[in-house]
């Protein structure tokens, strides 16, 4: 009877080893990891965080490839045409995978059909702020004010179609407040107006808010996560003021649908690695990021369920590029 059950037992511990082995063997080749925004920017700090330590970890040089366009469309099409033979990967965010096949008729690529999730890696959060010349410290009392000056209740965005625009539309309808969204052309002219009192308020990502809101030049008044941000612990959640309201944002690596499955898998499990690594982890918090430990299973159930949450939002927007 030991027998049996000792030649089992060897046998996954064979089969363990194996694939140990197999994840540690170096990959066929460099691995190119396509970004579709310019160097410095959050999609690429995900990029180049995780980089650094895959490609140690692969065995192989780890290159970073900004092609930049169409916000992030541009890298969407070029990485899903790359060959099976190719060790390519993608890192985008919900703009590209949820958001822009929603609203473009020709998007030039399928998210569901031209890619396959390997890890989702980071949240971020949406943050809705005031000027210090609106005469409001909470989230009730903005609302109030909105409905009782709707010439004035115009919410900045640092562009139209993004997620803090559609975020933006979420808050007046949760809120039933008619609001007017602002586009602008990134969050440095929308901070200066913000600062300045010529746009009342704003919604933007966390880490672009902060450093303003640490100098006392603007007020958070609510941040859009399940609970309270560790990078600003004295911010309540829509929820805990008064709003049945969550959101985040996030960044994911993404496999050309032509990549083996077997190396899908082998990408994932060393990615996975990578961001149980403290050090990379610590990289992630300073950049005001949360990191994220995910599978590919658990990946693609994270995108399903933020489709159906953003979904509606956009489509009900009318939003037309």
Do not use: C
């Not at 658990?298 to 369920?305: E, F, N, V, Y």
């Amino acid at each position: 009877m030991l027998i049996p059950t000792l030649r089992r037992s060897l046998g996954l511990i064979a089969a363990t080893l194996l694939a140990g082995a197999a994840f540690a063997q170096p990959l066929d080749g460099p691995l190119r990891i396509i970004v579709g925004y310019a160097p410095g920017g959050a999609t690429d700090r995900v990029a180049r965080i995780v980089g650094d330590k895959l490609g140690p970890k692969l065995g192989v040089p780890v290159v970073v490839d900004n092609k930049t366009g169409a916000g992030g469309r541009l890298a969407a099409q070029q990485a899903k045409a790359v060959p099976a033979g190719q060790n390519v990967l993608m890192v985008a965010n919900p703009a590209v995978m949820v958001v822009a096949p929603l609203v473009f008729k020709d998007n030039g690529y399928d998210p569901e059909r031209d890619f396959v999730p390997v890890s989702h890696v980071n949240d971020y959060e949406f943050a809705l702020s005031v000027s210090t010349a609106v005469p409001v410290r909470e989230l009730p009392h903005l609302l109030a004010w909105m409905r009782a000056n709707p010439d004035k209740a115009n919410v900045g965005v640092p562009a139209t179609g993004s997620l803090p625009h559609f975020f933006g539309l979420m808050v007046g309808e949760k809120a039933k407040v008619q609001t007017q969204v602002i586009g602008y052309r990134g969050s440095a002219p929308l901070l200066t107006d913000l600062i300045g009192g010529q746009v009342p308020i704003a919604v933007d990502t966390l880490d672009v808010v902060i450093p303003q809101y640490q100098a006392g030049k603007v007020r958070i008044l609510a941040m859009s996560g399940s609970k309270r941000s560790p990078f600003a612990p004295d911010v309540p959640t829509f929820k805990e003021a008064g709003l049945d309201l969550t959101a985040l944002g996030w960044n994911a690596f993404f496999a050309p649908a032509s990549m083996p499955r077997d190396k899908v898998a082998r990408l994932a499990q060393a990615i996975r690695e990578v961001m149980q690594d403290p050090e990379t982890q610590r990289r992630f918090k300073e950049s005001m990021m949360t990191p994220v430990v995910s599978t590919p299973e658990q990946t693609a159930a994270m995108l399903k369920a933020y489709r159906a949450q953003w979904a509606p939002v956009v489509q009900k927007s009318g939003y037309q590029p």
